[in-house]
């Protein structure tokens, strides 16, 4: 029961997170906060199964680039999310990629204060 609750939360968190950063950054548009808690489902698959994948094909020009390249891939698999995501849309590569910068640190920041 405590694993489910976990589970819950972390989702919520998520979803909050999601929908927090699509209000800050302009050009990203999200229906309502269930419909971030879905686009935050979806990028957690496609960053499990798709992620590693992709940095593995580009292994070569993420090298060349200091890892920079990373940054190109995860807009890359924001922007797929948002595709799948009814009610997410992403108006430019821009918008995604500052997108997923904000994402990371609101989720940091959620992630410090969240109480074990």
């Known amino acids: ?5 976990e589970i819950i939360m972390r989702l919520f968190i998520s979803g909050l997170a999601v929908f927090i950063s699509a209000n800050i950054i302009p050009g ?23 992620k590693p994948i992709l940095l593995l ?6 090298a060349m680039t200091l890892g920079t390249f990373t940054l190109v ?9 948002a595709y799948l995501v009814p009610g997410f ?5 821009w918008a995604a990629l500052f997108f997923g910068i904000v994402l990371f640190f ?11």
């Open 1 to 5: 029961m405590i694993k489910f609750l």
């Open 73 to 81: 891939v995860n807009t890359g698999i924001i922007m797929l999310a």
């Open 106 to 116: 609101v989720n940091t920041f959620f992630n410090l204060i969240r109480i074990k």
């Open 89 to 93: 849309l992403i108006i430019s590569f």
């Open 57 to 62: 094909l580009t292994l070569p020009i993420s």
């Open 28 to 50: 990203i548009f999200v229906d309502g906060f269930w419909v971030a808690v879905v686009f935050s489902i979806i990028l957690s698959i496609l960053n499990l199964f798709l």
